[in-house]
């Protein structure tokens, strides 16, 4: 209860609403930064009935949080596109 209550206080931490693409879970994760958003965000999928997920975060800044966010879902799934299952593996950066 108490970091579902600090969470609400923070304001730098904006994670929003899950969206799903092929077998996977996008989640933004903008941060407020110097009056920007940022792009950052997590992919999840579950494989052999392990979650399994990879973070990322990209150099776009925006203004409005909404650009952040539909930025954040289209990188990833680019990443998703190029890459699978691989961005699970440690050595995908």
Not at 32 to 38: D, E, F, L, P, Q
Not at 45 to 65: N, Q
Request: glycine letters at 6%; a positive charge.
């Amino acid at each position: 209860m108490f970091s579902k209550l600090k969470n609400l206080f923070n304001s730098n931490s904006s994670a929003v609403g899950a969206s799903h693409y092929k077998d996977f879970q996008i989640v933004p994760t903008p941060k407020k930064n110097s009056g920007a958003y940022t792009t950052e965000g997590k992919i999840f999928k579950e494989i052999g009935g392990i979650k399994m997920s990879a973070y990322f975060i990209r150099t776009d800044t925006f203004s409005k949080k909404d650009d952040a966010i539909e930025c954040i879902e289209r990188k990833a799934r680019i990443i998703i596109d190029e890459n699978g299952e691989k961005i699970f593996d440690k050595d995908w950066l």
